[in-house]
């Protein structure tokens, strides 16, 4: 098999459609096609069901397509390290980004990485976390920031930061929230993330320590969003400490009680990759940015 035909295979499970996958790899929809089939001779499993609204991933094209994803990314690997031997980082990485780009400094690692590797092509995608966290364990991203500690056999961390989130509410409903007790808080409306989320993890912790749920929700997979959100009038939610603060200050939300909920935001990369040129690079400049000793190690 050809490295080209599991980038198709990725691409058209990813798009779910030949023509816009055709489109992705600047070839032609006959092209792809051939070479779906010929991978798939070659494996002896069909890897997708063909309807007239696309193409979906079968049990077996399910089942392959994260091992599809480690190959490439270990033939990323041998590229970069190859490029290295020369003296250069060279080649595409995929980087999960979570939360808004100015909390992650993605300008800063953006901007530092160009000019210490011109060669480095970096290629964004916005993740929920958790979803993150499984892409990067899995091959389909390189490397991700991420919210929440992790432990894990096969992905590393780098701490980056320490931060909290607070509950808050909307304006309106000061007088409700002022004294109220944990009880009416759960009992209002809650805007929350979906489960796979580390927002949605330490709320429900929170819920677990009260042994209560919330009655109502409604879910949203934006912090951007929720807090518009929490500012229309719709809800309680977890926001994390410096917006809550600054919307507070601008009279947009109240703040309920003192209670912080600590977490970390961390940068998670597959631990083979630890000497993979690229992936060193990336946390190089991770370190200018954050401002760490370079001497720490990831866990």
Known sequence: MELYQLKSFAAVAELGHLTRAADRLHISQPALSAQIKAL????????????????ALTAAGRRLLPESQKVMAAAQVLRSQASALKGEVAGRVRVGTVSDPGFIRVGDLLVQAIEAFPLLEIELHHEVSGAAFEKVRDGA????????????????????????????????????VEDAGW?????????????????????????????????????????????????????????????????????????????????????????????DAVVHALLDVLRRVWHLPFESLPT
Do not use: Q
Request: hydrophobic fraction near 45%; charged fraction near 25%.
């Open 40 to 55: 798939e001779d070659e494996l002896g499993v069909a890897l997708f069901d063909r309807g007239s609204s696309g193409m």
């Open 183 to 275: 009880d009416e808080i759960v009992a209002m409306p809650w805007i929350m993330t979906p489960a796979i989320s580390t927002h949605h993890a330490l709320a429900s912790k929170l819920f677990s320590e009260y042994g209560v749920s919330p009655a109502r929700r409604v879910e949203a997979d934006n912090e951007a969003v929720i807090s518009s959100l929490v500012i229309a009038g719709l809800g309680v939610t977890l926001m994390r400490e410096d917006l809550a603060t600054e919307a507070a200050e601008a009279g947009e939300v109240v703040l309920w009680g003192d209670r912080r909920l600590e977490t970390t935001l961390s940068f998670v990369y597959r631990a083979e990759r630890e000497e």
């Open 141 to 176: 991203l390189d490397a991700s920031f991420y919210y929440g500690s992790l432990t894990h056999p096969t992905v590393a961390t780098l701490p980056l930061c320490d931060f909290a989130y607070r509950v808050v509410a909307p304006v309106a409903w000061a007088a409700r």
